[in-house]
């Protein structure tokens, strides 16, 4: 039976493309475009959050995505693709036309399109689609994880910095074979053996008090959210560490956590049936949530510049 929770589709007035509004069902791709047959395609996935009390949508550190999207393009050499400031303007014009007034996941895509070889550069189209997304249930209840089998990608073979569609074919293997084991997620580890990320979203743990996360150079994804806990840890004075992480170092942490867009802080209570502490979401981890979930709703207004009013 469908319910509204597991069809956000049904919610979904309009979606953009090349800056077009139209409904879902015209928006098409064609078969011979390099974005499909090459995975010539790069994206973002971006969050808005609903305040009920100031009735206003805010999306979260969108500068900072939108960078993110043109340096990906830019990695991938696609050449004559849109402006930030012409993204950012669809995205508004997208959350305004669908009048959202409820959590929202934006995935905005760029990708080589219409038809030719694989090195092609250009016509590059962008597409926009926002749906509700709420935030996810293991935020409170935490998740078991295993050490994947599968080797996180390197830098110079298909680089995880690019958000490509491409590189998740690998964050796909480690998900499907975790799940298989019977585990929720995967952890995969650089060629040197080194904690590099999960599937979608970055990891941090907790050792006396001090966060730790892998750092740039290890194969990770420059994630938005993992950059934000830094900030905001250290805004409150914890301690925090980017460098190299040992495999053995997860199964001795205190506390352990996920992180990313889609998963905020998601607390890991085990890797690879190796508690975390207590294997209970830990305190840290439960006070950065809590500092999160305010300042992305606009309650804290230390953090305002991370950001952005839809309706205003
Ligand atoms: C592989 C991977 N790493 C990390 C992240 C987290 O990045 P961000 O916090 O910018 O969403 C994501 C999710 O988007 C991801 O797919």
Redesign the pocket.
């Known amino acids: 039976m469908k319910t509204e929770l597991n069809n956000p589709r049904d919610k979904i007035k309009v979606v953009t493309m090349n800056g077009s509004l139209m409904p879902l069902n015209k928006a098409k791709v064609s078969v011979t475009a390099p974005g499909l047959s090459y995975a010539a395609l790069v994206f973002e ?1 971006i969050r808005a959050y609903w305040n009920d009390k100031l009735n206003e949508l805010y999306i979260f550190r969108l500068d900072e ?1 939108l960078v ?1 999207f043109t340096n990906s393009m830019r990695l991938l050499k696609f050449s004559e693709f849109p402006d930030s400031s012409t993204i950012k303007e669809d995205i508004l014009k997208n959350l305004k036309a669908n009048n959202y007034q409820e959590d929202i996941y934006i995935r905005l895509q760029g990708y080589i399109d219409d038809w030719g070889e694989m090195a092609l550069q250009t016509p590059v189209s962008t597409s926009i689609v926002s749906y509700p997304r709420p935030r996810a249930v293991a935020f409170k209840e935490g998740k078991n994880f295993t050490v994947s089998s599968w080797q996180r990608l390197d830098d110079n073979a298909s680089p ?1 910095r690019i ?1 490509a569609s491409a ?2 074919l690998n ?1 796909r293997l480690a998900s499907i074979q975790a799940k298989e084991s019977g585990y929720d997620g995967g952890i995969m580890l650089t060629s040197n053996g080194k904690v590099s ?6 990891i941090f743990i907790i050792r006396n008090g001090t966060l730790i996360t892998s750092n740039i150079t290890s194969g ?9 806990i830094i900030e905001i840890a250290k805004k409150f004075n914890l301690k925090v560490e980017s460098r190299e992480v040992d495999r053995t170092e997860l199964y001795i942490a205190q506390e352990i956590f996920y ?4 998963q905020e802080i998601m607390p890991i209570l085990s890797v690879d049936k190796m508690l975390a502490g207590n294997g209970k979401p830990g305190e840290i981890t439960r006070f950065l949530q809590n500092k999160f979930t305010e300042i992305v709703r606009g309650n804290n207004k230390e953090f305002n510049e991370w950001i952005y009013p839809v309706y205003q």
């Open positions: 996935g995505h993110r995880p958000k590189n998740y964050s990320e999960g599937p979608g979203g970055c990770i994804l420059e994630s938005i959210t993992r950059d934000s992180c990313g867009t889609g």
